[in-house]
């Protein structure tokens, strides 16, 4: 009984710190997408271009189904829009939307064609010459999601900028001297989390935020 209470804590720490621990991350990756613009730009235009001639390559020598494959590399122009102005964007416009949506069904529509695969019926293997179909292995699935279908994705959504955060932040200098301040789109949620629990753990008589109500 105890073992089995001790497994559920061990899951539930474990989970609290993968969830830290990827929070942390996108943080970081969003400031140093911050201090380098440029060339985030021109890596995720060249990958979202090598991602639909794979795709391509795909169909023409794997065998994977034109309609899907097809659908996919549209969804690659899609997200290659996100990139026209960037990194800003607009949370409520057409293409961010359309891009979301189009995330989702690709993942469901190549979960759907990898889990249940072709297979030809009994009169058609029972034929001379029969050839099986390949039935791709579990690494070759995982490979095919993590790098086709969910990395640009997420490095989009490291990469882009919230646009109600993007107005011009002037700071006072003697000089009279202002600059811009972007806030990435996976920064200014990973703050407003942060904010969330430190307001829930302060209505709870704890506080997690050591630097709260210093002046500095």
Known sequence: MILILLAYIGILTGFVFLVLSIASGLYYLSELVEEHTEPTKRFLTKVIYGDMVILFLLWAIDGL???LTMFSIVSYYV?????KKFPYVQLLSPIFLGSCILVIANHFLWFNHFHNPYIPPLTERLR???VPPVIPSFVEVCSFFGLLIWFVPFALF???SAHDNLLPTFTESEEGEHRHKNNGLAKVLVGRLRDTIYNISR???YELDRSYGRII
């Open 65 to 67: 189904p034109f309609k």
């Open 79 to 83: 997200y290659l829009q996100n990139l």
């Open 128 to 130: 001379a010459g029969y």
């Open 158 to 160: 490291v990469s882009l």
């Open 203 to 205: 209505q709870l008589g």
